[in-house]
């Protein structure tokens, strides 16, 4: 069965950086997109990015573009989300997901989260 | 910017239907796709493309779309299906959320 275990998650100062790892299992890793989604405590599911089977291409929400970075390594079937420049407004639990595509990107599994606060 | 609306709360009697919407200017473009999320939990798909349901997924969950309106049916409500429910679309190289919609079986 598909498995997606966060990591990396904590404490961090405003205007620091964090890195999240995600391990996956139970499907093939490589061939298949990835995202991570956050929600911010008592709030909604905001998609954050999302990165392409083979990792050459990323795309990115608006209001992380330029300060957060996806990446993943294939031979490892591990996500990474380097998340730089943070602030209070990026205190949330994020999830990453298995990509399923059917005439547009969704969210096929989901991990258990992992909550990120931003606080000094 | 481009929103996906949908009622914030929906109240429904154990074994009565409830109905959720989600709207959105382009919506009858695209496909919607639809998650539940209870407390604590992890959110997981529950319709996909519109009106199709994973594995899994009791039938009394159903999909349909008119126009740029998506609806969510959940048939005979249970107390289990007592969650918030989101709406989710994929365009431009974004996804977007509905703003979720609280659903209690009372």
């Known amino acids: 069965q598909v498995q997606l275990v966060e990591s990396g998650g904590g404490v961090v100062q405003p205007g620091g950086s964090v890195r999240l790892s995600c391990a996956a299992s139970?499907?093939?890793?490589?061939?298949?997109?990835m995202h991570w989604v956050r929600q911010a405590p008592g709030k909604g599911l905001e998609w954050v990015a999302f990165?392409?089977?083979?990792?050459?291409?990323?795309?990115?929400a608006d209001s992380v573009k330029g300060r957060f970075t996806i990446s993943r390594d294939n031979s490892k079937n591990t996500l990474y989300l380097q998340m730089n420049s943070l602030r209070a407004e990026d205190t949330a639990v994020f999830y990453c997901?298995?990509?399923?595509f059917g005439s547009g990107h969704f969210f096929e599994y989901w991990g258990q989260g992992d909550l990120v606060t931003v606080s000094s | 910017s481009y929103e996906l609306t949908q009622p914030p709360s929906v109240s429904v009697s154990p074994g009565q239907t409830a109905r959720i919407t989600c709207s959105g200017d382009?919506?009858?473009?695209?496909y919607t796709w639809w998650y539940q999320q209870k407390p604590g939990q992890s959110p997981v798909l529950v319709i996909?493309?519109?009106?199709k349901r994973p594995s899994g997924i009791p039938e009394r969950m159903s999909g349909s779309k008119s126009g740029n309106t998506a609806t969510l049916t959940i048939s005979g409500a249970q107390a289990m299906d007592e969650a918030d429910y989101y709406c989710?679309?994929?365009?431009?190289?974004?996804?977007?959320f509905g703003g979720g919609t609280k659903v209690t079986v009372l």
């Open positions: 382009t919506l009858g473009d695209v």
């Open positions: 997901a298995k990509d399923g």
């Open positions: 996909y493309q519109d009106n």
């Open positions: 989710q679309a994929w365009g431009n190289n974004n996804a977007l």
């Open positions: 139970g499907f093939t890793f490589s061939g298949h997109g």
């Open positions: 990165i392409r089977y083979d990792g050459k291409t990323q795309y990115y």
